[in-house]
């Protein structure tokens, strides 16, 4: 049952509109849905293309596919598909809107080496166009499908989106009008002309805005609707006509972001930007602690202009003279970056020679997708351009000089240092507005932040002190004992470059902790990153048994081989203190030293455990899932009761589990109490995660991942950008969630040998809210039986997703252990 509930929504009559699905993306996405087994209905304002290319995907004979014909831009045609839905299925379940055109012609020349600039001939009426399809199109969709995809168990609304741009960034205060108002300005501005001046972007313009209205009325839909998963992905940079057949993926790689979320299982976050698989963020906001170093060739411009930066918001501006003709300014410049920082996260390209302004440039992103080695290329993009300049041929070359060769050779001169960077980038920039977005875009640079890690002497602690040191972070290593923390640090400072203390914590000792801030608030003034990883099983693990469960939850029943003995009440209370209340103390002392921070982050060790499912007691499962009205008083509550009831031998009575138990009830306290503080400290960025099945001492090194591996994560969720999400639950480093109800929309083919139990068995299954529970009769000693029911599922559903062997399991659902159904 844990595995079904934890599974993917079930595919099985689930019902898919997918908009723009004759070519490309969108026929990517209906493949991979009806190889899923949901039924799709592909659409397409293009009949012969649909039609043709519903005629394809048929060849599959399991896939269900029907074509309906669909302009988005048309209303009429909007809700005829609505009248068929609703004729033919009474719901949706998942909307993919994907229709988009790209508001100029697409220069396949182009589009190989400038990211940016690869449409010519954007009109007005192509902008309009633009418009009309990506946001109305997007959101006429959307408002009239909403009542039936309310209609469905699992509805999912997602949106492929290519543009980040920070326009509509406060989702508290937004509104659909102000979304509208963007999208007409922007039209009207173009009307008049106006575009450089109110600073839209002036290349793949409407794109850009359209995509961005649809990125912001996402997280406006997801807000209002929480029963529906709304989520928008930047699928990539993809293969299709739309791109003139270049991009870095095929159509087919690119759909599964789309798909993914379009399968996304019950209780996944709503409202998020996906970048391809991985979450990323719409809004990413200035201040972030980047330091910027800005140049300029005229040093009163320069010092001036920093002022203004430093004004407007970024408080960390630094002015150096460079002028990108002066091969020899460049090598010292790149010196002094190199002996100030040693790296250098972000390079944004914008020499600015007047004749920018005249419109006469070369932008200087050709250099972000410049294939060095490509010269050929190159140098055609200079003679088309310099035969586009014949009549002033020194402003042209004064351009040049600037523009491209001065580019090219900071670029090239900065490059080493880009490589030492973790994340290195290249970006192009046009006005004041872009310098912010450009700088927000890269990740918080680690110069001068602070970390504490609980639990950092071995394990994954010590693995996470690690990495955050050679990210550049300051990491005070503290752990209960201090012979090993003291070890651990000596080892890592045989690393000249990691800046490691050593300081001693037992997370259930107060007096450690007050002592460990007082020496932080003296020593840094402020907290940027807390860890709360240290961890303690509550029992002693059976090595041996714990062989057989190589990661997988739903093996811990206790007919699979309870790996844990000696789950004794005092360790249970041991257990619940460091997981639960060390976490918890260590936070709240911190939070005001984190609150002296730029830029924030907690992040707390959960497990897979600290799942709420984990705990069969279904009025705990709705009362700590329930974010709106959790508090603090609540979550507390739920471990006083169960360390009662373990002491009382009351734990099956009421419906906690019994193995495993105390690490379960502290680490679902843990998932949720950062949940509540996420939501409680909207600065900090708070996330909870569970670094897989890792070989350490607490598995007697078995698992499936290394330390170091599986430090990633929480190294990732410390150094998350300004501005992502906050109080998610991360299995590794992809986001998954802490509340997974039943009735998923999983199917699930009970099985007895006796067709009475079993029926009742099924009875009682659906009483108790699993709402889509079939009964067969099987006798698992009957083989001519089995291969009968082996057909019965063959022809009624054509695959299997999940075989459970025995469905008696003690840990996970409660109604089967009521049900004995053996
Ligand atoms: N390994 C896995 O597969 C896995 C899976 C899911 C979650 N996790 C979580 O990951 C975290 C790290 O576990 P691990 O695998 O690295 O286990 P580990 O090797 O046993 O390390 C546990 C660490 O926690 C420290 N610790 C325990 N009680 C403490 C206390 N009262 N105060 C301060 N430090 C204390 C230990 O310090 P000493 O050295 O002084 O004992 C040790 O450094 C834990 O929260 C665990 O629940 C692990």
């Not at 609505?82 to 020349?109: C, M, Q, W």
């Not at 203390?501 to 990153?529: E, Y």
């Not at 093996?555 to 249970?572: D, H, V």
């Not at 002491?647 to 680490?667: C, D, F, M, Q």
Request: aromatic content about 6%; some cysteine.
């Amino acid at each position: 049952m844990a595995a079904t509930i934890s599974g993917p929504v079930s595919c099985l009559s689930r019902i898919a509109v997918v908009t723009r699905g004759a070519r490309g993306l969108g026929l990517g996405i209906c493949k991979q849905l009806a190889s899923n087994g949901v039924k799709v209905v592909l659409t397409d304002k293009d009949e012969e293309k649909g039609l043709d290319a519903v005629e394809k995907l048929k060849q599959f004979p399991h896939f269900d596919i029907t074509f309906h014909h669909l302009n988005v831009t048309d209303s009429t045609n909007i809700s005829s598909l609505s009248e068929f839905i609703k004729t033919k299925f009474k719901k949706l379940d998942i909307l993919v809107n994907n229709a988009a055109v790209p508001g100029g012609i697409i220069d396949r020349e182009k589009s190989g080496i400038l990211s940016n600039i690869l449409t010519t001939g954007e009109t007005y009426e192509r902008a309009e166009e633009c418009v009309s399809t990506i946001y109305y199109g997007t959101k006429t969709m959307t408002e009239t499908f909403i009542p039936l995809l309310l209609s469905s168990h699992s509805p999912r609304i997602c949106i492929p989106n290519k543009s980040i741009q920070k326009e509509i960034g406060d989702i508290d205060n937004l509104t659909e009008e102000k979304i509208d108002g963007m999208v007409r300005s922007f039209l009207s501005d173009f009307k008049e002309g106006d575009l450089r001046k109110n600073d839209w972007p002036t290349s793949l313009l409407a794109y850009i805005v359209s995509k961005v209205a649809v990125s912001a009325y996402t997280r406006l839909v997801a807000k209002r609707y929480p029963a529906i998963c709304t989520n928008y992905i930047h699928p990539g940079f993809v293969r299709t006509e739309m791109t003139g057949n270049l991009g870095a993926l095929s159509a087919e790689e690119a759909a599964r972001g789309p798909v993914m979320l379009a399968l996304l299982p019950d209780g996944s976050p709503s409202g998020l930007f996906y970048d391809q698989t991985e979450v990323s963020s719409f809004t990413q906001l200035a201040s972030t602690g980047v330091r910027v170093i800005l140049t300029a060739r005229d040093e009163k411009r320069g010092l001036e202009a920093a002022e203004k930066l430093k004004q407007s918001g970024l408080s960390d501006v630094i002015f150096h003279r460079l002028d990108v003709t002066d091969s020899s300014g460049i090598a010292s410049f790149a010196e002094f970056v190199k002996i100030s920082f040693g790296k250098l996260d972000i390079l944004v390209n914008c020499p600015s020679s007047h004749l920018m302004r005249r419109g006469v440039t070369i932008d200087a992103e050709i250099l972000n997708n410049l294939n060095i080695e490509s010269e050929k290329k190159t140098r055609s993009i200079v003679m088309d351009f310099l035969s586009n300049l014949k009549q002033n041929y020194e402003m042209g070359e004064e351009c040049l000089k600037t523009n491209f060769y001065g580019t090219r050779d900071v670029t090239q001169a900065l490059i080493p240092l880009l490589l030492s960077s973790n994340s290195g980038r290249i970006q192009k920039l046009r006005n004041l507005r872009s310098i912010m977005a450009a700088t927000i875009g890269g990740p918080v640079s680690c110069l001068n932040r602070i970390a504490v890690v609980t639990g950092g002497a071995r394990g994954l602690g010590l693995r996470i002190c690690k990495q955050l040191a050679s990210n550049g972070v300051k990491v005070i290593l503290t752990d209960k004992d201090e012979e090993k923390g003291l070890d651990a640090v000596a080892k890592l400072k045989q690393f000249p470059h990691f800046d490691v203390t050593f300081h001693h914590l037992n997370v259930m000792n107060s007096t450690n902790i007050a002592s460990l801030s007082d020496f932080i608030k003296t020593t840094f003034k402020k907290l940027d990153i807390l860890v709360n990883n240290a961890g303690v099983a509550g029992g002693i693990i059976d090595h041996e048994k714990l062989k057989v469960f190589d990661g997988k939850i739903e093996k811990l029943g206790k007919s699979a081989n309870p790996f844990i003995i000696g789950e004794t009440y005092e360790r249970a209370e041991e257990c619940v203190s460091t997981n639960y209340y060390g976490t918890k103390t260590m936070t709240e002392t911190f939070i005001p030293l984190l609150l002296s921070s730029q830029s924030p982050r907690i992040v707390n060790v959960t497990s897979l455990c600290g799942k709420l499912q984990y705990i069969p007691n279904q009025s705990i499962q709705k009362e700590i899932g329930d974010i709106d009205n959790l508090t603090e008083g609540k979550i507390d509550e739920m471990v006083r009761s169960f360390l009662s009831d373990f002491k009382e031998g009351n734990l099956r009575k009421n419906n906690w589990p019994t193995s495993l138990s105390a690490y379960i009830v502290s680490k679902v306290a843990v998932s949720a109490y950062t949940r509540l503080i996420a939501k409680r400290y909207p600065a900090i960025c708070t996330n909870c995660i569970h670094p897989g099945f890792v070989r350490t001492d607490i598995t007697g090194d078995l698992g499936t991942l290394s330390a170091e591996e599986a430090a990633k994560g929480p190294v990732m969720l410390a150094l998350l950008p300004d501005g992502s999400p906050s109080g998610l639950f991360y299995d590794q480093t992809e986001v998954s969630s802490f509340t997974q109800l039943a009735s998923s929309g999983v199917r699930v083919i009970l099985t007895a040998r006796d067709e009475k139990r079993g029926l009742e068995a099924a009875e009682k299954l659906k009483q108790s809210g699993l709402s889509d529970v079939i009964f067969h009769r099987l006798d698992v000693t009957d083989p001519s039986g089995i291969a009968l029911f082996a057909e019965f599922v063959k022809i009624s559903f054509g695959k299997l997703d999940i075989l459970r062997k025995q469905i008696l399991f003690q840990l996970p659902i409660v109604e089967c252990r009521k049900l004995d159904a053996s």
